[in-house]
């Protein structure tokens, strides 16, 4: 078995009950020189506290433009086996669903062709393979395709669309996430592979409020479910939860966002037409609460990480709309169409379209793409609409309303 | 309205911008596009352009690079530093 380096500071990452990234490393070390290479130069920048990687550049599988992030070690001649340790973007099945076997054989294929580390899944949603040369590139996409797989997003295109487990696994799913996402990434390849657009563009799903994939912090586009009527209430159960010791006033009523529940120690109450639908007493108390039954998705735009402007949460856009009924779809990939013709048209390099519409503003921005707005149009809930009439035409309003 | 221009003539006045444009300014899909409409007026649409841009990356004249965001160039050495 070849020497491991010395790593005094990563072995400090090993301890404690929680599973360790170097721990992963050091098993996949013993058979690949690349995994010795990789503690080498890691231990070296926890020393130095400097980073070792130049990320990006010319690598690519033909026809291509995303899904291989270029790596290169900024010290090939001390650590030659990762000199290149590109990573590769692998689309995700919808909600991570996966046989055991395919599994496996993804592993076999990655440890033939690439370093054999994996991480399942990356912040944008993929199954990311983490580091191989460039000469491996072709084979390992075609192992891929082989087992079923596509690369993913990486660059200025449609990243990797992500959703929730949705109604595969949860009872809140207020549509078919696992669909949509399918659709979207069907429908929009030429848009993942081949980057067009000044910046990334995410579309993420989420089945309900819960926004189990953080739609809202991180996706250009967000589809989080919703509902429109009551929330559906058993009483019974209600009374078992006060029975098995939850304060509800507590736990429940004065948590509410919208100060819409009451409960007068026998009857929980809620004025629905004050929820802000936040799932929040449906969290404390499953069996008693709830979505309504008229389901569908609030559409929000805009939201990003911090990278080259500050973060940005995404603002409602369409406030409801039925993301399984196929015709509503197909209107609603008009919109994202018709935003990426004016983003591409006048959005500036590495502006993301949230930033996009803050530089020209929300009432131009929807002129551009032709849609009205609508006063549900809000950041955040029981807030002002940020579309505002032109002067000129309130005081027409105003004149009419004197005659 | 006059002939629509084809995939490969539209491909070809492509290729002669990124190689005109190589080592002084990085060209994004989009920058070409808006080069094409320019070039051939009412000939050539946004998808026409798309198809070129795919028959000049498959031909293998041009890459899709990433510095910071994407760009397509003749191929060079490869490398971040580049
Ligand atoms: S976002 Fe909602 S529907 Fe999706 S998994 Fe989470 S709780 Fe369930
Ligand atoms: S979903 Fe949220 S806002 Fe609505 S009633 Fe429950 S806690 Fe209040």
Known sequence: ??????????????????????????????????????????????????????????????????????????????????????????????????TSEVLRKLCDMWEEHGSGLTNMHGSTGDIILLGTSTPELEPTFKGLTDLGFDLGGSGSDVRTPSCCV???????????????TYDLTMSYQDELHRPMFPYKWKFKMAGCPNDCVASIARADMSIIGTWKDDIQQNDEEVKKYAEAGLDIQRDVVENCPGRCMSWDGEKLTIDNRFCRRCMHCINVMPKALAPGKERGATILIGSKAPIVEGALLSSVFIPFM?????????????????????????????????????????????????MEPVPEMVAHPRENPYVFYALDEEEEEDEDEDE | MSEPASVDEVAEAMYQQVKAAQGQKKLKPGDLTKMMIELFGDRVDKKLCKKAIRKLIESERCVYTYFGGSFIELPHKEGAEN
């Open chain 1, 1 to 98: 078995m070849a020497e491991l380096p010395e790593t005094p500071l990563l072995d400090e990452l090993e301890k404690g009950p929680w599973p360790s990234f170097v721990k992963e490393i050091k098993v996949a070390a013993r058979h690949k020189e690349a995994c010795r290479d990789l503690l080498g130069q890691l231990e070296r920048s926890y020393r130095e506290k400097i980073g070792h990687w130049k990320h990006g550049g010319i690598v690519g599988v033909l026809g291509y433009g995303g899904g291989v992030i270029g790596r290169y070690s900024d010290l090939p001649e001390d650590f030659p086996a990762i000199s290149h340790f590109h990573t590769l973007r692998v689309n995700q099945p919808s909600g991570w669903f996966y």
């Open chain 1, 166 to 180: 949705g109604p595969a696994r949860c009872e809140w799913a207020c549509y078919d996430t696992l669909k949509l």
């Open chain 1, 322 to 370: 039925n993301p399984d009924d196929p015709e509503e779809v197909a209107e609603l990939k008009e919109i994202v169409e018709e935003i990426w013709d004016v983003w591409s048209e006048e959005g500036k390099n590495r502006e993301r379209v949230g930033e996009f519409i803050q530089r020209v503003g929300m009432g131009n921005f929807l002129e551009a793409i032709g």
